[in-house]
């Protein structure tokens, strides 16, 4: 029952995402498309085995404002608070009344949300030294979905693609499992295949390589995915020895563990700390830590909230080194 509603429901995406690529083409705005869809198609052998949240659009930054505008004028609207419009990452929908329960997973008509993104991820994510100079357009792929041809990345910018967006979910404690299936489908399938010259290129040219090491070892750990030896271990020698340890010892249990609606602070401090190299590193991610609590008040305010967070990590502390 469930699988015949999510592929009603992933058909109904496909039909949707057919929709938005012809408002945008016709407008002149160039569409890629990551993750989702394609992967359940290319990877799973079956739209409807693979969960989908959102349709994922990546277009160029100088389209940013006109694909707003055009999403607009087929309904769509930013989600809650979520302005959008000059953000690197927009979240759409189309407006409706629905009641969102756990089990609404697999409904076909809960709402389809669209993220328009400028860039795979962010640049100095938390304060990390990740850079975003990955170019998913060139030497990208055509993938024919559902009567239509869509474009995607390339394989081997894919896999880093989805490297890095399931290790920043891993560190802030809210990772999904089907994120590491697709990766992990993706080296069975192509793995012997992949360019993996190119791949450490992207990594070393992003500063990805802990990112990666986390997600591709996990990849290892959870389903004995084989990594070229050389890969692995450069790889795991240029990675912070604490999630090193972290990833032998716990690594699979956490990243198996973890749910959305119930963080665990104390590994979030824990993967953050061990995730940065160096002095500079642990500077830069302590300080962007204190950003957001300083910017939630004005006056009094922002020392208040920064006195809440300071006493909200010291009291996770000791648990997240036991």
Known sequence: MAREMNSERNGRLLRTLGELCSALGESGIPVLISKGLPVSQAY?????????????????AGDKERAFDVLHSVGYRPFGSNLGRNEEQTLLWRPKHYDWTADGIFDPEQPCFVELHTKPWESGWHGFGLRCNLDLWKDHRILEMGGMSIQVPMEEKLLVHLAVHYACNVLESNARLMHLLDIILLLRSRGNDLDWNLILDEIDRNRATPFCFLALD??????????????????????????????ALRGVDDAASMNLHHRELSLIYSLHWHMAAGCSETASVLLYSLRSPWFEGAGPGRWLSLYRRVAQRLQHLPRAYS
């Open 218 to 247: 996990l990849a290892r750990r959870a389903n004995g995915c084989v990594l070229p030896e050389k890969v692995w271990s450069d790889l795991r020698r240029a990675t912070p020895r604490g999630i090193v340890d972290w990833l």
């Open 44 to 60: 799973y052998g079956d739209i409807g085995l693979r969960v989908l949240y959102d349709l994922d659009l990546l277009i160029g």
